[in-house]
């Protein structure tokens, strides 16, 4: 949490202590503060999630697959729009019901969706593919990342708090 408060505080400062800044870099400090707050309010969100986890049991209840998709990728499409990469859905026509808590799958939704922005290129690109098999649904995050190294693969993503390093090549899982 301490690296989009610094990013905050020192754009925050520059914008105060810089009466002459030429209009451009106003706008991109803005936009560093606001997007280093909206990483901030995700961290807030991920640990009061995580301890939610804890205490309160699953709310599960009858859902349709393709909507809550949607949802988790309508709530990134804004961001995805100003860093010039684009969100794309394929999901076969009609109703894709599923029980299931529709907060944690949103949630996990997104953090896919977020990464596949995060390391995709200038040009990024996420898809999504939503598939119906006759006794489960496949859904597969594609981006045009660099991937997740190799060694990380299959079993440490899953660990708590891993991050892989930030430069190598990888399956593009993310």
């Known amino acids: 949490m301490r690296n989009p408060l610094a990013a905050i505080i020192g754009h925050a400062a520059n914008l105060r202590q810089s009466v002459a800044v030429e ?20 961290l807030v969100d991920s640990m009061l999630f995580d301890a939610r986890l804890a205490y309160v049991p699953l709310a599960l209840g009858m859902l349709d697959l393709a909507d ?5 990728l309508y709530a990134h499409d804004e961001r995805a729009q100003r860093d010039g990469k684009s969100l794309e859905m ?8 599923l029980e299931g808590d529709r907060d ?12 596949g922005l995060k390391y995709s290129g200038a040009d990024g690109r996420v898809s999504i593919r939503l598939e119906a098999q006759p006794s489960q649904y496949v859904i597969q995050f594609v981006d045009n990342g660099e991937g997740i190294p190799a060694e990380y693969l299959p079993d440490r ?7 892989a390093r930030s430069h190598g090549s990888g399956s593009g899982l993310g």
């Open 104 to 115: 944690l799958l949103v949630r996990a939704f997104e953090n896919l969706i977020d990464n």
């Open 68 to 72: 809550v998709l949607e949802e988790a």
């Open 90 to 97: 394929d999901a076969p026509p009609g109703s894709m019901p």
């Open 23 to 42: 209009p451009e870099n106003w706008r991109k400090s803005a936009v560093t503060i606001e997007d280093e707050a909206q990483r901030l309010a995700r």
């Open 157 to 163: 993503i899953f660990e708590p708090l891993v991050r």
